[in-house]
């Protein structure tokens, strides 16, 4: 009986091999869409400050997607000294028909502004560009961890 067992077992494993390699070999042979990519139409920036310490940003993006088949594919954000440039990119299957409406979007995007000096700094997207001021260094000093962490140790 455990030799029928053995078997039993032997058999459902080369089975199972045998249906991965098939699934595998379909899934090379399916056909390969390519992808068409483009950075999207930005109409507005807006900036959110957020009130914490150290503060934080976010940049609204609003803007329009161009047709049905477009979607926000990537999303990036670059910071050089006190400019934060943020690319949108969309993207859609190539040689696809699809319907010419324009879908309004709103992608929140976060900007790492701790250890920032104060100072004006701008935000562009895909262009699109607005500003905000931090009023002060956007720096924790020792004497705040220290504060903060005995804080949080008399919440416990």
Known sequence: MENGKYILVGLLGIALVFLGVILVTSLLRAPRVDIERSLARIRTVDIEMQESFPVGAVAVVRGD???SCSVIDLIEVNKIESLFSISLHTA????VMCAQVVSPFT????LDIDGLSAGTYTVSANGVTNTFE???DNIFTAEE?????RLMDEGK
């Open 65 to 67: 997607i161009q047709d």
């Open 92 to 95: 859609k299957p190539q040689d």
């Open 107 to 110: 992608e929140r995007v976060s």
């Open 134 to 136: 931090l009023l002060a």
């Open 145 to 149: 961890i220290a504060e903060s962490e």
